[in-house]
């Protein structure tokens, strides 16, 4: 009983581990099963100032300009992870110099039908 156990947990591992070796083998494979990820944002990396927030407009009333751009981590390993952060930051509106900065949130990226 112990050695049909042990076969069928050594079989399962083998076969999902075969197939994410496949995909990672062939990520064109991988992207025609589970789909492409949508297109990245034209202003990428691009600071612009945000004016229409609650939070830019409680910045403002503070003297502060609230910025914000979209950033594109990429990410290492085998899976290629990639990520889309949200980053904002505040400027002193006389000095223009930083005076804050808030944490980056993740922006979702949704897959796209090749269909």
Not at 6 to 18: C, I, K, M, N
């Amino acid at each position: 009983m112990f050695l049909l156990l042990a076969y069928f947990s050594v079989a399962s591992v083998l076969l999902v581990g075969g197939t994410l070796f496949y995909y990672v083998l062939f990520p064109d494979l991988a992207a025609e099963r589970f789909g492409e990820r949508e297109a990245l944002p034209p202003d990428v990396g691009i600071w612009r100032p945000d004016m229409d927030t609650p939070e830019a407009v409680a910045a403002h009333a503070r003297g502060l300009v609230r910025e914000v751009r979209t950033f594109h981590q990429e990410g290492g390993g085998a899976f290629r992870r990639r990520r889309l952060l949200l980053q904002a930051r505040y400027r002193n509106v006389e000095t223009r110099a930083i005076v804050s900065v808030e944490r980056d949130k993740v922006v979702k990226l949704h897959r796209a039908d090749r269909r």
